[in-house]
């Protein structure tokens, strides 16, 4: 098993900036790619960005530019800087980790952008 914690969701004015960061712990073995997706009200949950073992990232096309996915120097940390936020960016972000025969979820982070 392998335990996703998220931190740093918040409320932010557009054109905000604000840090998300997921720590895994437990059978961390094996795990090949982590990323974020987020999931808004009504909506269905959506890949935000990945990062591979290897660095090798990507992104969906509404937050290029604007976010950056990261691995800190915290083994199996990974940030996402999110800058130049939207009122369409709130949702509840995800923390994904990735084995080969499972995927795991963190509990989520509410991100809410508002004047």
């Known amino acids: 098993q392998v335990q996703l914690v998220e931190s740093g969701g918040g409320l932010v004015q557009p054109g905000g900036s604000l840090r998300l960061s997921c720590a895994a712990s437990?059978?961390?073995?094996?795990?090949?790619?982590m990323g974020w997706y987020r999931q808004a009200p009504g909506k269905q949950r959506e890949l935000v960005a990945t990062i591979t073992n290897g660095g090798l990232t990507s992104y969906a096309g509404a937050v290029k530019g604007r976010f950056t996915i990261s691995r800190d120097n915290a083994p199996n940390t990974v940030s996402l800087q999110m800058n130049s936020l939207k009122p369409e960016d709130t949702a509840v972000y995800y923390c994904n980790a990735q084995q080969l025969a499972r995927s795991y979820w963190g509990q989520g982070t509410q991100v809410t952008v508002s004047s």
């Open positions: 437990g059978s961390i073995f094996n795990i090949y790619a």
